[in-house]
């Protein structure tokens, strides 16, 4: 089962920041916290991942909570390809499978 | 482009009928896995390979078939034991214990006639 909590969806326009949340409470020290996003009727894409330090890369920042039981994605300026159903999925670094919930489906209006 | 290859992007499949869905990666992993995601829901571990000869079964194997021969290639059978195979099949790879990202495919819908 999914060991994190996200919202089932969120707006934001476009141009602006979107945050993402998600909330991992049962997480263990060596699980890092990982996005992945997936457009409709495509495969999921990686976004970004982290253990306890914030993280940014071209595309987004991963902001960890320093008791590690949330997290946010920030997308710093969201376009309409962004919309899409963002994953947060906790696993430990080499484990074989990753954990998919239900995500947060993010419409990014214009 | 390294990248992994599904085919078809579309299937049909009679009832009874084993179906057989391809994955090719030229990334030079190790790790393929194979998904699959119903409608509004996220996605399930069907079976996995570490490596060239070996798969292990994820949580839902029950009526699915995969062998792994090449490194590249790790093709999936769907049988006619698995009753409610009307699924988008997403096919992944990484490269293996210590990689930490997967990779994925652009899938394969199946749908039941």
């Known amino acids: 089962d999914a060991k994190t909590t996200q919202p089932p969806s969120m707006d934001c326009a476009e141009g602006r920041a979107a945050n993402l949340p998600c909330n991992h409470s049962t997480i263990s020290g060596n699980e890092y916290v990982y996005w992945y996003r997936q457009i409709h009727s495509q495969g999921p894409q990686y976004i970004i991942h982290?253990?306890?330090n914030n993280e940014t890369n071209e595309m987004a920042s991963l902001i960890i909570t320093e008791d590690r039981k949330s997290s946010t994605l920030i997308l710093p300026h969201a376009t309409l390809r962004d919309t899409a159903v963002y994953y947060c999925?906790?696993?430990?670094?080499?484990?074989?499978?990753?954990?998919f919930g239900q995500g947060t489906r993010l419409t990014i209006n214009p | 482009d390294g990248g992994i290859t599904q085919s078809p992007k579309y299937l049909f499949r009679k009832e009874g009928q084993n179906v057989t869905l391809s994955c090719e990666q030229n990334l030079n992993h190790d790790a393929m896995y194979w998904y699959r995601q119903d409608p509004g829901q996220g996605l399930r571990l069907i079976y996995y390979s570490q490596i060239v000869n070996d798969f292990q079964k994820g949580d839902i194997a029950e009526g699915y078939s995969v062998s792994r021969e090449k490194k590249e290639s790790f093709p999936l059978t769907v049988t006619s034991a698995q009753k409610n195979p009307t699924a988008f099949y997403l096919c992944a790879s990484n490269r293996g214990t210590g990689g930490k990202t997967q990779y994925f495919g652009p899938g394969t819908r199946l749908l039941v006639l």
């Open positions: 982290g253990l306890k």
């Open positions: 999925i906790v696993k430990i670094q080499g484990a074989q499978k990753l954990v």
